[in-house]
């Protein structure tokens, strides 16, 4: 059974598009996360979920709009995708939301723009 | 501002040879520490981490790290890696003192395994 399940796994699109990455968690966790994978593999977070509020909001284009319909869900609509949007995308969720609690990853959303 | 640095980017090693990654994180307190490991086209994967209490701490796969406060390093060992260890690994950090402060990763160091 898959913890952290994010769709679709891999998704080609053309600049000016608006696509959407769906995320949920079947772990009973109260927080979850969109962290960004660049070319390099550097981890980076983009924002964090608690009980369908919003508590962290990194430094992200607002073209980037989570929604959290419930909290084991946390979508990822992206608008007017650019070039420069390619990258992998994980959804993660923890228990809570101190800063000790473990985080488990998702596998993984390959975004390519073209 | 914490960081945390791995300062190996690619390491390769024989099959059934001793693997030691190296992480030192820069932080006003001993923070919390992990390690994760990505295996190609997957997602991330904890393998062991450290709160308090004993330095050396067990994970999975037969990995485990030593926190070593007077060098501020958390690094990875493994005593015989196998062909299926190769993936990227990254090194965490996360203050101790709770609240939304997200987990910060180094930039990961890429393993090979060769026979």
């Known amino acids: 059974d898959t913890a952290v399940s994010q769709t679709p796994k891999y998704l080609v699109t053309q600049m000016g598009n608006d696509k959407s990455i769906k995320c949920e968690q079947n772990?009973?966790?109260?927080?979850m996360y969109w962290y960004k994978q660049d070319s390099k593999k550097f981890l980076k977070i983009m924002f964090s979920?608690?009980?369908?509020?919003?508590?962290i909001n990194e430094t992200v284009p607002n073209r980037f709009s989570p929604k959290s319909p419930d909290k084991a869900h946390l979508n990822l609509h992206i608008n007017s995708l650019e070039l420069g949007d390619s990258a992998v995308y994980f959804c993660?969720?923890?228990?809570?939301?101190?800063?000790?609690?473990?985080?488990?990853f998702g596998e993984g959303s390959w975004l390519t723009v073209v | 501002a914490q960081s945390v640095t791995q300062p190996d980017i690619h390491i390769t090693v024989s099959e059934g040879a001793s693997l030691e990654l190296r992480c030192n994180y820069s932080?006003?307190?001993?923070?919390?520490l992990f390690w994760y490991v990505q295996s190609p086209g997957q997602g991330l994967q904890l393998l062991l981490k450290?709160?308090?209490?004993?330095?050396l701490v067990q994970g999975i796969k037969g990995f485990e790290a030593e926190f070593k406060r007077s060098q501020s390093s958390f690094n990875l060992r493994k005593p015989s890696v196998h062909w299926s260890d190769a993936a990227e690994y990254f090194c965490?950090?996360?203050?101790?003192?709770?609240?939304?402060?997200?987990?910060?990763f180094g930039k990961g160091t890429r393993l090979s395994v060769i026979a």
């Open positions: 450290y709160f308090s209490g004993d330095t």
């Open positions: 979920y608690n009980n369908k509020e919003l508590i």
């Open positions: 932080y006003g307190a001993t923070p919390y």
């Open positions: 772990l009973g966790h109260d927080t």
């Open positions: 965490a950090v996360a203050p101790p003192w709770g609240g939304n402060t997200p987990l910060v």
């Open positions: 993660a969720s923890s228990l809570s939301q101190g800063s000790g609690n473990t985080i488990y």
